[in-house]
Structures are given as structure tokens and as C-alpha cells.
């Protein structure tokens, strides 16, 4: 089932302009972060204070039909604010291309978070150099259908 609620675009205008382009091109076109190369998918949260829906592009990390959200916010000492949304709510929707469905979003722990987090690192290095730059350690969400 869909989540439903107002729809309140991020502060932030590149979010905003690629959530636009993805969606109204099922995920042909601003489907990389940033033109870096890397795909990304599109999450749908309800806001932990404000109950709106909140849209994100976060980078796609995808194994067997499971997704991983990646809480690093670029290796800042903060998570960002989307983590709040998925802790609060943990239901969300996920839209990879033209296919979108409802998914349940949980924290990961132990020996789950660890493979996750080397199959995270393999599909986008980068996220190495954010988990050197924070002291904090990066929150990783495993997105499942509903």
C-alpha cells in the first residue's frame, strides 16, 4: 500500500530538481547521483516530526530485491535528516526506475551490518572515506518489501 500524506520537497534545490527528473522519467534520466555515474533510487519517508512525506535520492546498494539506505550524510557527525524519518516510521517507499513499492526499513546490527556494510563499500567506495572522516559509526537501513 502506498504511503499517503502531503508531499513537501526538500529545502535543498538538487534534491528537489532529481527527485522531479527521476520520477517524471521513471528513473531514465537524474538517476545518478549527482552525474557521478552512480545509480541511485529514490525513498519516500514520512517526516518523524512534521508527518509530511519527505523524497531523497540516496545511492543504490541492492542485493536479492533488498535495498541498503546508507545514513552517511558525506561522513558528517550528523545523520541526516532522513534517518529520523525512517527510526520514527520505518515504512517507506522505494522507487528504482519505473518500479516503486512499499518497503520496511530496519537498523542493522552485529554480523548482518558488517556483511551489508562490505557489500556497501564494494558497490560505492566511497562510503569508506565517509566512515574515516565521522566518529560516529554509519547507520545502515535495510529496506524489505512489505
Known amino acids: 500500500m502506498a504511503l499517503t500524506g502531503t508531499y513537501v520537497p526538500s529545502a535543498a534545490q538538487w534534491v528537489r530538481d532529481q ?7 521513471n528513473g531514465e534520466r537524474a538517476n545518478t547521483l549527482r552525474d557521478t555515474g552512480y545509480p541511485i533510487v529514490v525513498i519516500t519517508s514520512v517526516g518523524a516530526k512534521s508527518g509530511h512525506l519527505r523524497k531523497n ?7 536479492d530485491g ?3 539506505a546508507v545514513a552517511s550524510l558525506g561522513g ?11 527510526v520514527a516510521h520505518p515504512e517507506a517507499e ?7 513499492h512499499v518497503y520496511t526499513a530496519r537498523i542493522l546490527e552485529g554480523e ?8 556497501a563499500v564494494a558497490t560505492w ?3 569508506a572515506s565517509y566512515q574515516e572522516k565521522t566518529d560516529r559509526e554509519i547507520p545502515l ?3 524489505e518489501r512489505a
Open 112 to 119: 548482518e551490518r558488517t556483511d551489508w556494510w562490505r557489500h
Open 19 to 25: 527527485v522531479a527528473e527521476y520520477e517524471a522519467s
Open 66 to 68: 533488498a535495498y541498503l
Open 76 to 86: 558528517a557527525p550528523q545523520n541526516p535528516e532522513w534517518y529520523h524519518n525512517l
Open 125 to 127: 567506495p566511497t562510503y
Open 94 to 100: 522505494l522507487q528504482d526506475g519505473a518500479e516503486k
Open 57 to 63: 535520492p540516496v545511492m543504490k546498494v541492492e542485493r
Open 141 to 143: 537501513f535495510l529496506l
